[in-house]
């Protein structure tokens, strides 16, 4: 079934770049998509990937997608303090209208 | 604020007791899905309505939860006879079908308790 994995936590010094990693299993997953999680708070998206594309960079967000090895990151450059939150990944196929997350990443921002 | 708004935002019941959440999605989007999130767990689809039709409900919406979006605008997520394991955040999403990327919003989620 589909299923999607991402590691539990990542701490990072402020200024520096943060790699959250995710992946996922339905080889037929078109869209991939990044949420931001804030404590309490519901899901804000940050950016999506179609599965023709490589990479995408938005600011200080780039994601990369190895569609062979079924691969997904998430790359912020010069991390800041407000970046820390609960990074989840999220895919959709073509054909449906659900997403399937990940358990998300915890992001900590040292300063 | 024209994102997903969702009410209330906490809502603490007894057990056995009934509950109903509401969620007034993006003006203009047709799709509307609810979601539920545990804690340390990602979201987990619960149902998706196109317009006014349910369209799909997942095995995690037993008997006692129901959802209805009539007229195709607001919907609403009632739960009865509450148990422990209902305790979660419920997230309501919406989407326009054809949209660049097919992005769902969500709103900032209901949170229940029940003790």
């Known amino acids: 079934g589909e299923d999607v994995e991402q590691s539990l936590f990542l701490s990072v010094r402020e200024g520096d770049s943060s790699v959250i990693n995710c992946t996922y299993t339905?080889?037929?997953?078109?869209?991939l998509y990044w949420y931001k999680q804030e404590p309490g708070a519901g899901l804000q998206l940050l950016t999506y990937?179609?599965?023709?594309?490589d990479m995408k960079q938005d600011q200080r967000l780039t994601v990369l997608l190895n569609k062979k090895d079924k691969h997904l990151s998430l790359r912020i450059a010069d991390t800041q303090t407000g970046d820390s939150a609960i990074y989840f990944c999220?895919?959709?196929?073509?054909?449906?209208?659900?997403?399937?997350f990940g358990s998300g990443t915890r992001l900590l921002v040292r300063p | 604020d024209t994102g997903v708004s969702q009410n209330p935002r906490h809502k603490i019941t007894k057990r056995g007791q009934n509950v109903t959440f509401r969620c007034d999605p993006i003006?203009?989007?047709?799709?509307l899905y609810w979601y539920r999130q545990t804690l340390g767990q990602g979201p987990e689809f619960l149902t998706y309505?196109?317009?006014?039709?349910?369209?799909?409900k997942s095995r995690l919406l037993s008997d006692r939860f129901s959802a209805e979006r009539p007229k195709g605008s607001f919907s609403t997520l009632e739960i009865q006879r509450t148990e422990q394991g209902d305790s979660a955040m419920y997230l309501c999403?919406?989407?326009?079908?054809?949209?660049?990327?097919?992005?769902?919003?969500f709103g900032e989620g209901s949170w229940l308790t029940v003790v």
């Open positions: 003006s203009e989007h047709n799709r």
């Open positions: 999403a919406s989407s326009l079908r054809g949209s660049t990327g097919n992005t769902i919003y």
């Open positions: 339905d080889s037929s997953s078109t869209y």
């Open positions: 309505f196109q317009n006014e039709a349910q369209l799909e």
């Open positions: 990937i179609f599965s023709n594309m």
């Open positions: 999220a895919e959709k196929g073509d054909s449906s209208y659900k997403l399937i």
